[in-house]
């Protein structure tokens, strides 16, 4: 199955005693199909997956995939260093409804080659649905190399690789490509890739589904959009976003500890960034 060509890496809004707000969690589902997500990764970094309970986590996959805008898919963040707990979310996200699941690289614990084959063999097991690998070493200090990848892409149901290493960034025999960091969106698709897992499309969203849809453009909105990209990365993720958001007006409030929302200066990064883009 297609899951889309941008798929935006959703925020998780909280209220002002830092509950989730689910409200306002909807809504933001019907703005990023309406500004051109073909879909939504739910529960990830960006979604501030480390500070939400296993409750709130299957609550948000479920509730992504009963209110979902029509023809947008869910791809549900399961991933964690624990294989068993991994294996139990994926199961729990497939049962609710979740159209693919992403599986991030475990972290800390730092398992050898036979160890990661094991885990994602594991992981694979637990649904019917695709898994997306997720290749992040600058937050899980393990890379997985393109040759690890190949291996992987030989697992049954192991479809597609975010790929968030931009050096390692090319095709893979067997796994669909999709860009993991917004400023390697249009090298994804100039490599024949399915497109990107974003942030950026929060807010810029119609320019960059442009970017997939307008392939001679391509390089001149990327360009054009290089300021925002910058903003989205002037602190810790989603800490800037966050704030992009709330200026725009979208009720998705702070961030949990250990994130602390965006100082004055970084504020005022993402406030030019938008101003400049037009949007405020």
């Known amino acids: 199955m297609s899951l889309g060509s941008v798929i935006t890496a959703i925020v998780t809004p909280f209220d002002d005693q830092l509950r989730v707000d689910e409200d306002a969690f909807v809504a933001l589902l019907q703005h990023l199909r309406e500004r051109g997500s073909d879909g939504v990764v739910v529960c990830g970094t960006t979604g501030e997956a480390p500070t939400l309970t296993n409750g709130e986590h299957?609550?948000?996959?479920?509730?992504?995939?009963?209110?979902?805008?029509?023809?947008?898919?869910?791809?549900?963040?399961?991933?964690s260093n624990n294989t068993a707990h991994a294996c139990e979310m994926t199961a729990r996200a497939t049962e609710l409804g979740a159209d693919a699941v992403l599986s991030v690289t475990p972290y800390y614990n730092k398992p050898n080659r036979r160890g990661l084959v094991r885990h994602f063999g594991e992981i694979a097991q637990a649904t019917d649905?695709?898994?997306?690998?997720?290749?992040?070493?600058?937050?899980?200090?393990?890379?997985?190399?393109?040759?690890l990848l190949a291996e992987l892409a030989q697992i049954e149901r192991v479809d597609y690789v975010k790929q968030a290493d931009n050096e390692a960034m090319a095709p893979v025999d067997g796994l669909g490509l999709y860009a993991g960091n917004d400023d390697s969106f249009a090298t994804a698709l100039d490599l024949?890739?399915?497109?990107?897992?974003?942030?950026?499309?929060?807010?810029?969203?119609?320019?960059?589904?442009?970017?997939?849809?307008?392939?001679?453009?391509?390089?001149?909105?990327?360009?054009?959009?290089?300021?925002?990209?910058?903003?989205?990365?002037?602190?810790?993720?989603?800490?800037?976003?966050?704030?992009?958001l709330n200026l725009l007006g979208h009720r998705v409030g702070a961030p949990r500890l250990p994130l602390v929302e965006a100082d004055e200066q970084q504020l005022g990064t993402v406030r030019?960034?938008?101003?400049?883009?037009?949007?405020?």
């Not at 299957?58 to 991933?79: F, Q, Y």
């Not at 290089?226 to 989603?238: D, E, L």
């Open 58 to 79: 299957l609550r948000l996959i479920e509730l992504a995939c009963a209110e979902r805008p029509a023809g947008m898919t869910v791809v549900a963040s399961t991933g």
């Open 129 to 147: 649905k695709p898994v997306v690998l997720y290749n992040i070493p600058s937050r899980t200090s393990l890379p997985m190399p393109n040759d």
């Open 192 to 244: 024949g890739g399915c497109g990107g897992i974003l942030v950026a499309s929060h807010v810029v969203g119609p320019q960059m589904r442009r970017m997939a849809d307008e392939p001679e453009r391509r390089a001149e909105i990327d360009a054009e959009l290089k300021p925002v990209y910058a903003a989205m990365g002037v602190t810790t993720n989603p800490i800037p976003v966050k704030a992009a």
């Open 272 to 280: 030019a960034a938008l101003v400049g883009a037009d949007l405020l």
